[in-house]
């Protein structure tokens, strides 16, 4: 039978999501242990997308096949019981065989986090960028609408990213901020490595006047990443959320499972 589930994590102490050859802290590597402990055999996963080192996600969707019996909440439950306090799964979910957490997906969300004041936080440094230079939320705003569509993404793509093609249509953009944090939401069918980080790179430039909104729409158009700006930290990058087809049946990062009285 296949399920699927939703992994919430701190991704501060992990080397990323992927399973590495190396003797490193993994996202995935935690996960398939819990899972197989709880299974009682080896249980790969796959999953939505990969993270980097440091990145957070409050909705990643995996996918995982087993025979053997347990209800959802003791899929959730026993899992949980086995994974330190930095990842838990949220819900999991019978779903069709036909299900796949990556090629099934309609769209990824997420989330990245600034904190602009002069001094950083000692208490959210880790889920959070700082910048202290003050922003210019309107500026950042109007620059990143030229983002929305279809596009090549070449100037915001990692040196190393193995993706075929840059090109990504981007659904949905918004920016808002109170007091001294600041934050976007972006969803997209699909993002490139680093793409998101290297969008709050340039934006952050735009919000303290260092280059002007049109600058993004210049970027587009040259489809050169040493023309672009920085990679902001991972620490303020959350994958918030991922969709998919209504005949799946799959939880929204807008809907949650209660397993209150199971």
Not at 87 to 115: G, K, M, N, Q, T
Request: charge should be neutral; hydrophobic fraction near 40%; aromatic fraction near 12%.
């Amino acid at each position: 039978m296949r399920y699927a589930a939703c992994v919430e994590y701190d991704g501060s102490a992990f080397s990323g999501w992927q399973t590495q050859k190396h003797d490193v802290r993994t996202v995935q590597e935690v996960v398939e242990a819990a899972l197989s402990k709880v299974a009682n055999r080896p249980t790969p996963i796959i999953t939505a997308g990969r993270t980097d080192a440091a990145v957070h996600a409050t909705h990643q969707v995996i996918h995982f096949d087993s025979d053997v019996e347990r209800s959802e909440f003791a899929w959730c439950r026993g899992t949980n019981r086995f994974l330190d306090r930095d990842v838990r799964l949220r819900w999991v979910v019978p779903v069709d065989e036909e299900f796949h957490a990556r090629f099934s997906a309609l769209s990824r969300s997420y989330r990245f986090i600034i904190y602009n004041a002069p001094i950083q936080s000692a208490l959210h440094r880790r889920y959070v960028s700082h910048e202290y230079r003050a922003l210019d939320t309107d500026s950042m705003s109007h620059a990143a609408q030229a983002l929305l569509g279809e596009h090549d993404f070449s100037s915001f793509r990692a040196a190393g990213c193995q993706a075929h093609s840059p090109v990504r249509t981007m659904h949905q953009f918004s920016l808002n901020s109170t007091g001294p944090w600041i934050w976007f939401d972006v969803t997209a069918n699909a993002f490139l490595q680093h793409m998101v980080r290297n969008i709050a790179g340039c934006l952050i430039e735009v919000g303290c006047a260092k280059r002007k909104p049109d600058w993004i729409d210049y970027l587009l158009d040259v489809k050169d990443r040493t023309k672009g700006g920085i990679t902001a930290p991972p620490n303020g990058l959350y994958l918030a959320g991922v969709e998919y087809p209504e005949q799946f049946v799959v939880p929204s990062k807008h809907q949650n499972i209660a397993y209150w009285g199971d």
